[in-house]
T-cell receptor
Framework: GAVVSQHPSWVICKSGTSVKIECRSLDFQATTMFWYRQFPKQSLMLMATSNEGSKATYEQGVEKDKFLINHASLTLSTLTVTSAHPEDSSFYIC???????????FGPGTRLTVT | DAKTTQPPSMDCAEGRAANLPCNHSTISGNEYVYWYRQIHSQGPQYIIHGLKNNETNEMASLIITEDRKSSTLILPHATLRDTAVYYCIVRVNQAGTALIFGKGTTLSVSS
């Protein structure tokens, strides 16, 4: 199956700083990428959907100015958590889909800890 | 509101079949049933999907009732590595449509 990578796999940052997470589709062109957040012992929650070259669509309750999503190419999407706070500590997971594919391929996730 | 209902947890002995149920009584005619699983601290892994016919692949079998209001995922010979959270998801097969995860079933396989 298709491979999606995320970088970094884990990151620790101080409160008030920003952190960028990369999501790459390694062997296919991803016209759509999705970002999810997962708190401990909870399910995945969809944060936003991004299509290459256009602005991301955020789910209700997700602050678009805090979680900046850029999908500038068909193989790369980035999520930047701005002015991070301890409550932003979570497991962030991206997934990607090709233009004619109904399948979503998930990355391994990024563990963010804000101290 | 959740489109699917799954038991929160199940246990299975290693080597035995694991049968995971899912209720989706409000499923629409154009919605597929998808199963994913998530092993601890990893991204979700696709298992299988179907519309109305039973499906089988190298990982599992999917049995969908005739009225499509429920389904069962079958892992024929569970191993310890099958311990994970299993998610049953219904959605239309439309490009750009996100998967929406419910609470899933935590399957614990023990020796």
């Amino acid at each position: 199956g298709a491979v999606v990578s995320q970088h970094p796999s884990w990151v620790i940052c101080k409160s008030g700083t920003s952190v960028k997470i990369e999501c790459r589709s390694l062997d296919f062109q991803a016209t759509t990428m999705f970002w999810y957040r997962q708190f401990p012992k909870q399910s995945l929650m969809l944060m936003a959907t991004s299509n290459e070259g256009s602005k991301a669509t955020y789910e209700q309750g997700v602050e678009k100015d805090k979680f900046l999503i850029n999908h500038a190419s068909l193989t790369l999407s980035t999520l930047t958590v701005t002015s991070a706070h301890p409550e932003d500590s979570s497991f962030y997971i991206c997934s990607a889909a090709g233009p004619f594919s109904y399948e979503q391929y998930f990355g391994p996730g990024t563990r963010l800890t804000v101290t | 509101d959740a489109k699917t209902t799954q038991p929160p947890s199940m246990d299975c002995a290693e080597g035995r079949a694991a049968n995971l149920p899912c209720n989706h009584s409000t499923i629409s005619g154009n919605e597929y049933v998808y199963w994913y699983r998530q092993i601890h601290s990893q991204g979700p892994q696709y298992i299988i999907h179907g519309l109305k016919n039973n499906e089988t692949n190298e990982m599992a079998s999917l049995i969908i009732t005739e009225d499509r209001k429920s389904s069962t995922l079958i892992l024929p010979h569970a191993t310890l590595r099958d311990t994970a959270v299993y998610y049953c998801i219904v959605r239309v097969n439309q490009a750009g449509t996100a998967l929406i995860f419910g609470k899933g079933t935590t399957l614990s396989v023990s020796s």
